[in-house]
């Protein structure tokens, strides 16, 4: 059995297809790990959730702040501003087998951990207070959330980018604000922790005093090895024990999956990609 993790999707169904070739992914031996975002931007959404979705157990996929935006969108929010790519949604949103699809989606977990590979998945970042034991638990407050009869409550209220930084007094709807932004939207923070949401670039065109989360000096989870995605300007990107799958599919780069070994380094896989939309 091989374990494959696949960068941001967004739609790039065909892509993904051309790439489970290349690997040779066999659904019946082989499992995949999906960094998050698999909708959005691209140009068929319906087909990639439909495909993740009948995977079963052999795909975890773990949520991005797409899939989030898309389930908060299914919730009819008028407090949301329907932004020029979310008409991509429109064939999930319409589909005949939309509930069934969004129920899965929201069922996804923010972050996921093999003991027995070495590593752990999740879509953007982990603050540098937070070990990997911490992580894990913040992480299911919200999954419980998204996952109980009020998750439209909390869909309506998930937006903003306050508070910045890490406590453990945080409680409600700040608490959960935080650890969703850490999970699905981070990029940037300075030593202390705060948050640097309007940071998008690639590394070198950040102010100071922010560094990419996972270049924090004594990141509580340093000696983990985590696999993430989200990040398109980062492109591929191995360091600090970090790996960074989201090539820019969508944008016209490349789809990348990475061959996860227990004693050996990761081995990355590649396709080009005729892109979506202009970067």
């Not at 374990?3 to 019946?28: H, M, S, T, W």
């Not at 702040?65 to 969108?73: C, E, S």
């Not at 752990?120 to 990997?132: E, F, K, R, T, V």
Request: net charge positive; aromatic share 8%.
């Amino acid at each position: 059995m091989s374990v494959y993790a696949i960068g941001d999707l967004q739609g790039c169904y065909n892509e993904l297809r051309r790439l489970l070739e290349k690997i040779g992914f066999d659904p019946a031996r082989d499992k995949l790990w999906l960094a998050g975002d698999l909708v959005n931007r691209g140009p068929d959404s319906l087909s990639t959730l439909r495909f993740i979705k009948n995977l079963g157990n052999r795909a975890v996929s773990v949520l991005g702040n797409h899939d989030l935006h898309l389930l908060a969108l299914s919730q009819n929010s008028t407090s949301l501003k329907v932004k020029k790519a979310d008409p991509t949604l429109t064939p999930v949103l319409t589909a005949k087998d939309r509930d069934e699809l969004l129920d899965w989606l929201r069922h996804r977990p923010l972050m996921h951990r093999s003991r027995k590979l070495g590593f752990s998945l999740i879509h953007a970042g982990l603050p540098p207070q937070w070990d990997i034991e911490t992580a894990m638990s913040v992480a299911k407050e919200v999954e419980a959330v998204l996952r109980s009869a009020h998750y439209g409550d909390f869909l309506r209220q998930m937006y903003g980018n306050k508070p910045r930084c890490w406590s453990d007094r945080l409680a409600g709807m700040e608490r959960l604000r935080f650890i969703t932004n850490c999970f699905t939207r981070m990029r940037y923070c300075d030593p202390w922790g705060n948050l640097a949401l309007g940071e998008k670039g690639p590394p070198g065109a950040q102010s100071s005093p922010y560094l990419p989360w996972f270049q924090i000096p004594g990141r509580a989870t340093r000696q983990e090895r985590i696999i993430f995605g989200h990040w398109s300007t980062l492109g591929y990107h191995c360091s600090d024990n970090t790996w960074a799958l989201d090539s820019g599919c969508v944008w016209g780069g490349s789809l990348t999956a990475l061959k996860l070994r227990k004693t050996k380094s990761p081995k990355p896989f590649r396709i080009q990609c005729p892109g979506a939309l202009k970067p």
